[in-house]
């Protein structure tokens, strides 16, 4: 592949501030949506519960939630297959008194509790009671807190922030996740008038308010989709320049990259004109000989090499020189799922569910394959596929298409070779 890969605008960003236009009293304006099946899933959620969604003529989605909810009429399938669906919790602790919330699905990571939320959540009188199913929420007049969180989790800190926002009072949350997806939350949140200091850290303190007013934002550029066309440009050894990454959460990502041997120059710093006040650069890398990381790699909440980026570094790492250890300790499954590359040449060994060791270099070779279910180590079936001499068919891409706008013609333009092709019923 050669030229330039313009990066998307953030997923995680996107489902988190769609969520939290329950808040808001009037419309809520959103431009630099991602056009993903994830988006469409709570497009889904919302509508079925009242919310007016539309679709404006410049790609992006205003959301007018201004009237009665009707939480008892759900979009069941839709809740079940996100589980951004928690999102509800903050975002309606507030304004809903008794609702229920089907349990939800997106990727199969193994067992990820909501204890983070419940735990946190409860301090300002929210009580999610978990059922078979579904979750039982009863909501109190909210009460300002202090929070330990639990667990740093990224969906787990927006809920909470979410249900401070009207919490009368100050509230202080420690060890809050300061990933990229709650900062941008929060800037959306405060164009709206919300009170919040300390973002970016991992205490935040939070005034309460009455009311949020009508907001125009626009979504972040994702940084684990811009990582996920810099691992292709690596892994298929292309020239090839991907814009507007958001370089503050990939900072630690080129540092690895850039010991393993990667050449690699940031180019056109600029700030970002429209949501939060993220650098945003381009990544130029050049084809390089890779050598294996000596030490091993795994993630942490931010700042840190983000948890959603280490699995990107395994089919880097099957095509370095040596031996790395991968650990992903945050879910069961997804370290296993790396195994599926061994199908397509990777010499990958399990050493227990959460590490494996990969060694290269690999000469990636074609196969037909099923997408594994979960988004990340999906994408990485692709990508690897791009770098293999021969036809490789890829089946059932649906965990892909949660995440990724268009990568398929995305990825041609810059000199791919993929074929969509539908079945036809």
């Known amino acids: 592949?050669?030229?330039?890969?313009?990066?998307?605008?953030?997923?995680?960003?996107?489902v988190a501030i769609m969520c939290a236009s329950l808040m808001i009293d009037g419309k809520t304006t959103l431009s630099n949506i991602p056009q993903i099946e994830e988006v469409s899933r709570i497009s889904e959620l919302l509508s079925s519960i009242g919310v007016k969604v539309e679709k404006n003529s410049k790609g992006g989605i205003v959301l007018d939630s201004t009237g009665k909810l009707y939480l008892d009429k759900i979009d069941k399938k839709a809740s079940e297959a996100t589980r951004s669906s928690l999102l509800l919790f903050g975002a309606l602790a507030s304004r809903e008194m008794d609702y229920k919330l089907y349990k939800s699905g997106g990727c199969r990571l193994g067992q990820r509790t909501v204890r983070p939320h419940l735990y946190a959540?409860?301090?300002?009188g929210v009580k999610v009671e978990s059922k078979s199913k579904y979750y039982d929420v009863k909501n109190r007049a909210l009460k300002s807190a202090k929070v330990v969180m639990y667990e740093s989790g990224d969906t787990s800190t927006e809920n909470v922030i979410m249900a401070a926002i009207f919490a009368h009072g100050k509230s202080v949350i420690k060890m809050a996740s300061a990933n990229y997806m709650v900062q941008d939350l929060c800037y959306f949140l405060k164009k709206a008038g919300a009170k919040i200091s300390g973002i970016g850290t991992t205490t935040l303190s939070i005034e309460g308010v009455n009311r949020l007013k009508?907001?125009?934002?626009?979504?972040?550029?994702?940084?684990?989709?811009?990582?996920t066309f810099i691992s292709a440009a690596i892994l298929t050894g292309s020239h090839?320049?991907?814009?507007?990454?958001?370089?503050?959460?990939?900072?630690?990502?080129?540092?690895?990259?850039?010991?393993?041997?990667?050449?690699?120059?940031?180019?056109?710093?600029?700030?970002?004109?429209?949501g939060g006040p993220f650098k945003i650069v381009d990544i130029e890398v050049?084809?390089?000989?890779?050598?294996?990381?000596?030490?091993?790699?795994?993630?942490?909440?931010?700042?840190?090499?983000?948890i959603d980026n280490l699995p990107l570094f395994i089919p880097i790492l099957a095509k370095a020189h040596g031996r790395t250890m991968v650990h992903d300790w945050v879910y069961e499954n997804r370290a296993i799922y790396s195994l599926d590359l061994k199908k397509?040449?990777?010499?990958?060994?399990?050493?227990?569910?959460?590490?494996?060791?990969?060694?290269?270099?690999?000469?990636?070779?074609?196969?037909?394959?099923?997408?594994?279910?979960?988004?990340?180590?999906?994408?990485?079936?692709?990508?690897?596929?791009?770098?293999?001499?021969?036809?490789?068919?890829?089946?059932?891409?649906?965990?892909?298409?949660?995440?990724?706008e268009n990568i398929y013609e995305v990825l041609n333009k810059a000199g791919a070779d993929i074929k969509v092709v539908k079945k036809i019923s």
Not at 121 to 124: S, V
């Open 286 to 306: 050049w084809p390089s000989k890779l050598k294996a990381l000596p030490d091993k790699i795994y993630g942490r909440p931010f700042p840190g090499l983000n």
């Open 121 to 124: 959540l409860e301090n300002f």
């Open 240 to 274: 090839l320049t991907i814009k507007k990454c958001p370089i503050e959460f990939l900072e630690l990502e080129l540092c690895k990259l850039e010991k393993m041997g990667q050449k690699m120059e940031i180019k056109n710093e600029s700030g970002y004109h429209g």
């Open 344 to 404: 397509l040449g990777a010499d990958i060994t399990l050493i227990d569910t959460h590490r494996v060791w990969v060694e290269g270099p690999t000469s990636f070779k074609a196969n037909e394959m099923i997408c594994p279910p979960a988004l990340r180590p999906a994408v990485n079936v692709l990508i690897s596929m791009l770098a293999a001499k021969g036809r490789s068919v890829l089946r059932n891409t649906y965990p892909i298409d949660r995440g990724y």
């Open 1 to 14: 592949m050669r030229g330039e890969i313009i990066n998307q605008s953030a997923k995680n960003s996107a």
């Open 214 to 227: 009508p907001v125009k934002y626009s979504i972040m550029p994702d940084p684990i989709v811009a990582m």
